[in-house]
């Protein structure tokens, strides 16, 4: 008798446990599909805004991050001008002092690198181009130094008491170094282009300089095709 009801016991924990194990399979199965379904919208959500941003993105201009470095540069400068007025202090000052020994020897380097002749200002300003030019070509000689220190003795460096003025004599290397300097000059300024003598006796065939230019262009290009031409409607023999 006891063991018909353990027999039957057991049959029924075996029952209830295969009725417990399909639903706890579905409901696993279920959790996972919420959780691919949740992820799929987000990954959906995600690419959306992407999408979205790379079409911001290909609508800016070209330099869109140039300018926008550039417009965030200018409101921190003038948040830092405004910070310096109300403390009374010079705003240059306080960028000077900011400014790092590689940040001022980078500059340097880009100001070298530019070419600061920008044409014909007055005699002064070519004079003092010419001079920098000049004294950056020189490369000292010290054993010509040297030499010289031990010929001029304590005249080297003269004082009021000296008199070697005129006694210098200029090497043949120096010399010919100077005539080259002196012939790239003369080479430099025949290439420049100055502004053409007027001529009274010339035919005025023009209403104005820009007209006289453009009849210039075309007589240089067309002139030997329409010489004869020009010639008939002179003589008044044109048909």
Known sequence: MASCIEESATATEEEEQNETHPSEKRESRLRKFRELHFKRNEARKLNHQEVVEEDKRLKRPTNWEAKKARLEWELAEDEKKKECADKGEDYHRVKLLEITAE???RWERKKRKKNPDTGFAGYAEAQFRQYQRLTRQIRPDMESYEKQREACGEDFHPTSNS????????????????????????????????????????????INERNAKFNKKAERFYGKYTAEIKQNLERGTAV
Do not use: C, F, W
Request: negative net charge.
């Open 103 to 105: 940040e001022a020897e």
């Open 163 to 206: 008199l070697i003025h005129g006694t210098h004599v200029p090497t043949k290397a120096g010399i010919d170094r100077m005539v080259e300097d002196v012939e790239k000059q003369i080479e430099k300024r025949a290439k420049y282009s100055r502004r053409r003598a007027y001529n009274d006796d010339a035919d005025i065939d023009y």
